[in-house]
Each structure stands twice: as structure tokens, then as C-alpha cells.
């Protein structure tokens, strides 16, 4: 397996070790014991999230600012571009972002701890994720930046206007947003 620290070290791309031939392929998706080795700290997965989006579909940027979640997403059919915020007011890396494609074929994950708003949009027709949280759905809790906020300055591979719920289009921008002490 292996492990790379993005721009933002707390998110982790994870790449697994693949076991490929010609009846398929097969690889480890999650070990609890290798995982928290790899973070370097105990975290306790409560549930377990599978979305379908179709292509151009933007999601995010979401977060709960009480009841916060740790996330650790893979795509298994299809391809996104998957983005983490840092909303951690005490960190250096506050108010930066970072993004990774993740995809069916790659077969990558991202670890997005605690503290950060996540969003995705889909690159190809459709895309299917999966994704553990630390901690349940708190609706209440929930909150989310605007995806297109000037101040982030997101890089999203947009090939055409995105696909945005109601909701997510009434996201604040990151200046008028809550963060996480």
C-alpha cells in the first residue's frame, strides 16, 4: 500500500495493493489495524455512505461543525474530483484546499480527517462512492460552504455548468462560514 500526504498532510491519498490477473483483480479495500498505523491515531468508523451521482453533479462543499466527520472515500464505478477544505481556524492550512481524482479504475482513497469540508463533482457519466464516517449524520450540525466561493478559488475540471442541489447552492462563503477551534 501505499500512502501520500497531499499539500494539506492531514488529507492522505491511499493506494492499495493490487492483486491483478486474468480472472480480474483483488485488494484489501480497508483493514482497521493497517489504517489507524497509517493516520497514527484510533478512530472508530459508525457508518457507511454509497452515493450515485450522474456526470457534472457537484456535491459540497459539506461538514458538521458539531458531531464532526472523519471520512475515508473511494469511487467504485465511474470517476470524480474529490476536494477537501481545511476549516480548522488554529491550522496553517486554513482556508486552503486540496483535490485528488479518484476513480474506479485508479482505485485510490482519500482520507479526509475531522475539520474539513468535503465536496466532489463527477467526471464521468456516472460515479458510485463509498465512504466511512467517524461519526453519524447530524442534519442538524450540517453546514456547507459554496462550492464556487472567490475566496477559495477551487480548480474544479468543470466541463460544463454544474449539477447543484438547492440546498448546496445556498452555501455560505468560507469568510461567514463557522470553523472548527
Known amino acids: 500500500m501505499n500512502v501520500t500526504p497531499l499539500a494539506i498532510s492531514d488529507i492522505l491519498l491511499i493506494e492499495p495493493n493490487l492483486f491483478v490477473d486474468k480472472r480480474g483483480f483483488f485488494y484489501e479495500s480497508f483493514n482497521h489495524a ?7 491515531r484510533q478512530v472508530k468508523f459508525v457508518q457507511d455512505n454509497h452515493s450515485l451521482s450522474i456526470k457534472s453533479v457537484l456535491r459540497g462543499l459539506h461538514y458538521q461543525i458539531k458531531q464532526p466527520q472523519g471520512k ?3 469511487v467504485v464505478q465511474g470517476t470524480v474530483f474529490d476536494v477537501a ?22 482505485k485510490y482513497q482519500l482520507w479526509v ?6 465536496g466532489f463533482l463527477v467526471l464521468s457519466e456516472t460515479a458510485e462512492l463509498l465512504y466511512k464516517t467517524t461519526d453519524y449524520y447530524a442534519p442538524a450540525h450540517e453546514r456547507c460552504i459554496l462550492w464556487s466561493d472567490p475566496s477559495l478559488a477551487i480548480m474544479w475540471p468543470l466541463q460544463t455548468d454544474p449539477l447543484i442541489s438547492d440546498k448546496d447552492l445556498q452555501g455560505k462563503i468560507l469568510k461567514e462560514a463557522e470553523f472548527f477551534t
Open 34 to 40: 493497517v489504517f489507524e498505523d497509517i493516520i497514527g
Open 85 to 106: 477544505v481545511d476549516l480548522r481556524k488554529e491550522s496553517k492550512t486554513f482556508g486552503k484546499w486540496v483535490g485528488k481524482v479518484l476513480s474506479a479504475e485508479n
Open 72 to 74: 475515508l472515500i473511494r
Open 113 to 118: 480527517p475531522e475539520g474539513f469540508a468535503h
